[in-house]
């Protein structure tokens, strides 16, 4: 599941991770399967500067056997109302690698637009080939 993200984490690292995610205001969520209340994958956006401007970036994963059903899609177009009721930041942007075909469709189903491609450093030291899609979340979409 990490290969368009710099490959597998260690343990440690995973642990690490679940316990920033677990925290509360972290704005991380866990995607759960209506039907089974499974929780299926994940899903969370952040603060950060992108080009001199404060932004909200997305990340999103879903387990292998759930993918190709949408519900990345669905828990995206969550995410995109809750930052936008949140407030604070304009923009929210996801940067998935050039290479991820189901996560560039999963921005193009939320509606995000793309700016163009860039080079992102991911882990560090790893150089990532990426897509830069964008919402704006001050936008008026009655």
């Known amino acids: 599941m990490m290969a368009h993200v710099g490959g597998p984490e260690t ?9 920033r995610y677990a925290r509360p205001g972290s704005r991380q969520f866990r995607i759960v399967d209506e039907a ?5 994958g994940w899903i969370g956006y952040w603060e950060r500067e992108w080009r001199g401007e404060d ?14 059903r949408g ?13 936008r009721a949140q407030g604070g930041r ?3 942007h996801a940067y998935p690698s050039v290479d991820n075909a189901p996560s560039n469709a999963v921005c193009r ?5 793309l700016l163009g491609r860039f080079d992102f450093e991911y882990p560090p030291g790893n150089a990532l080939r990426c897509n830069d899609w964008f919402v704006d979340l001050a936008a008026d979409y009655d």
């Open 71 to 83: 519900i990345a899609s669905a828990a995206t177009l969550e995410l995109v109302a809750r930052a």
């Open 90 to 92: 304009r923009f929210l």
């Open 55 to 68: 932004v909200y970036e997305t990340g999103w994963a879903v387990l292998p056997e759930f993918q190709g």
């Open 109 to 113: 189903k939320a509606g995000f637009t």
């Open 11 to 19: 343990p440690k690292q995973i642990a690490r991770r679940h316990r």
């Open 36 to 40: 089974t209340g499974q929780a299926v």
